[in-house]
């Protein structure tokens, strides 16, 4: 960097012995030019106009160059070869053969699960979770935040309240197990500009949902700058020359937080194994948890990736073995409009296709992740926790050499594995996609268009799904639970089962399910069945209606049998465009008529 000021800033009143502007933020000015930023200023009228503007642009320049590893500087340098690439068409996965990589495939409730799942309920005194929930949710379009959204609308519980309820049952279940003392499992929530002040909100006024407010760790995630061109020239905000544009940098972000925020460490101090990260809206993921976990434990995975089975050319990425001809290897997701072409240029002649058992060979990527505490801290030392980046301009003609919109640099926090040294124990768990995954990103209408056997990933199917999940379970359990009948709400065709619902802390294993249910028990396809409470057993039970049963924590065992039969709560049809129903219910397509129930409180 030159030691002289160029004179334009000076004229600016940019320089050492100003008044205004601390040596910081002179120093900033210096770095923005040597990079190439000069334009920044041009429209800068002369000392003495909008001072107050021109030293929150200083404050906003400070921030995007201390939250971005290696700062501002770093950050243009990126995008200028990150630009470059992207416009030579350059493959980043030139040079590299895919392959299926190992890992471990569950079959719900056979003795294998049930066996990792209760190593991972033993494990899971020794986790922290973080859930990202920085996203905007365009795809969704729902006004309030995600995790605010009911999971299912039975009990109307939200995603926050679930996922906390989850990490509480756990916490007990794994204290008692280890005949430890109570632990407290840490809860870390990333949030962005978009999600933060609502998600404290939701969190306060609720009492953090029965978690300790200490428990529970908000970390912001900043937005990083646009850019105009291919040279990485700063945008500006179209409404504020005194700004720089920014756009959301992606949940990759997560980790560089965790690192700086100095909690990793403190973790690794009080003697925690485990970090599992999870996504915003996916009602089914504590499901797949304890096992999950316990494959990580008992595979010494490092790094162990949540999947499920995969249809060749599905929206989905897929988890796969990368070796270059250098010798380097990785194992990585490979988003699926990638995965296609780089088969098809490495002699796979039908790229993404189906294998003899009707799915890819390479699992289907849900992006949750359990990682080693130990591996994590020592890659993150190296690296500061910076993930590659990608960069997504949309050019406006062939020449690729002007955009139609600025784009920026954006990272995912699965690309974590990519800079692991080939030692690293990369793997991942194959659950059944009804177990594990029914993730809520959709809008109707986007939904209603999804072409036909592809998942909607709507609110409609996110909750059919937890009914789906909670009925085959208890089916397997030894319940005879009637068929589904399949309804079309807001222009998809979803199956409906009986809406089946209970607390994390009831069965939050499936051995756990299967010492509650006893006898001979039938619900039907009309029913709704709400267990609220841990101590309650379902023994000869016949259900045609809604049964709420609520048991306080201290109840002694409570069993709920005999015939019950009353009209029942129903789903009644709502159009998603009419406005005078709540947006949560009407982005489902339905609501639930409360006619006539049975509740039974111990
Ligand atoms: P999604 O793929 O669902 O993206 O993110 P999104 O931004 O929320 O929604 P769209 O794409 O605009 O429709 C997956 C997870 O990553 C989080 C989301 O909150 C969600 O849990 N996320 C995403 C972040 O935490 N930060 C980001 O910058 C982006």
Redesign the pocket.
């Known amino acids: 960097m030159s030691s002289s000021l160029p004179e334009d800033l000076s004229k600016l009143g940019i320089h050492d012995s100003s008044a205004l502007f601390t040596p910081s933020q002179v120093g900033l000015a210096k770095m923005l030019v040597e990079m190439g930023q000069a334009h920044v200023f041009r429209h800068w009228p002369g000392p003495g106009v909008d001072d107050g503007e021109k030293i929150a642009f200083f404050d906003q320049v400070a921030k995007l160059d201390s939250s971005y590893p290696g700062g501002l500087a770093s950050y243009i340098k990126n995008a200028r070869e990150l630009l470059a690439d992207s416009k030579a068409g350059k493959n980043p996965f030139d040079g590299f053969t895919p392959s299926v990589p190992t890992g471990e495939v569950l079959t719900f409730g056979n003795e294998n699960f049930n066996n990792f799942e209760e190593i991972g309920v033993r494990e899971a005194r020794k986790a922290a979770f973080v859930l ?9 379009g729902y006004n309030g935040i ?1 995790v605010a959204l009911p999971s299912q609308t039975t009990t109307g519980t939200c995603f926050l309240q679930h996922y906390i309820e989850s990490v509480l049952a756990l916490q007990e279940a794994s204290s008692k197990l280890a005949e430890d003392v109570q632990a407290q499992i840490p809860f870390v929530i ?1 949030t ?1 500009d978009d999600t933060h002040v609502r998600t404290e909100q939701l969190l306060e006024s609720n009492s953090y949902f029965g978690m300790q407010p200490t428990q529970v760790k908000l970390l912001k ?1 900043e937005k990083v700058a646009c850019l105009e061109d291919n040279d990485a020239r700063l945008a500006l905000d179209p409404n504020n020359k005194y700004r720089i544009q920014t756009k ?4 990759g ?1 997560v980790h560089s937080l965790l690192y700086s925020s100095g909690l990793l460490k403190e973790w690794q101090t009080a003697g925690l194994r485990w970090v599992l990260f999870f ?2 809206t996916n009602g089914l993921l504590f499901k797949a948890i304890p096992s999950a976990l316990g494959v990580s434990s008992a595979r010494g995975f490092h790094v162990n990736s949540l999947a499920v089975p995969r249809k060749a050319k599905e929206a989905i990425g897929g988890i796969t073995k990368l070796t270059h001809e250098d010798g380097r290897t990785m194992v990585i997701n490979v988003e699926y409009n990638q995965l296609d072409p780089l088969l098809r240029a490495t002699g796979h002649p039908d790229g993404d296709a189906n294998c003899e058992t009707g799915f890819s060979p390479f699992p289907g990527n849900i992006n949750q992740l359990i990682l080693d505490l130990g591996p994590y801290i020592e890659e993150l030392q190296k690296t500061g926790g910076a993930i590659k980046e990608f960069v997504n301009p949309k050019y406006k003609d062939a020449t690729k050499t002007s955009f139609k919109s600025s784009t920026r640099l954006e990272c995912m926090m699965q690309d974590y594995p990519k800079t692991l040294p080939p030692t690293a124990r990369v793997g991942f768990t194959v659950m059944d996609t009804w177990l594990a995954y029914a993730p809520v ?1 959709n809008n109707p209408e986007d939904a209603a268009k999804v072409p036909k056997g592809n998942p909607y990933h709507s609110a409609t199917s996110g909750e059919m799904a937890i009914y789906r999940a909670n009925s085959l379970i208890l089916r397997k359990a030894g319940v005879q639970v009637e068929d589904p009948v399949t309804e079309v709400f807001n222009g998809q065709e979803v199956e409906v089962w009986p809406r089946i619902v209970w607390q994390p802390k009831w069965g939050l294993t499936f051995s756990e399910v299967k010492r509650k249910v006893r006898g001979s028990s039938s619900v039907s396809q009309k029913s709704t069945l709400v267990l609220n409470g841990k101590n309650i057993v379902v023994e000869d039970l016949s259900l045609d209606g809604a049964l709420v049963v609520n048991a306080r924590d201290d109840a002694e065992e409570v069993k709920v049998e005999g015939v019950v039969k009353n009209k029942g709560w129903r789903l009644e049809s709502v159009d998603y465009k009419d406005a005078s129903v709540p947006e949560e219910i009407r982005i489902r397509g339905f609501k639930i008529n409360k006619m006539e129930q049975l509740e039974k409180n111990f």
């Open positions: 990202v929930a920085g996203g905007l949710g365009e795809r969704l995600k990333m962005s995630q959301p940098h992606g949940h972000d996504q915003d990103k």
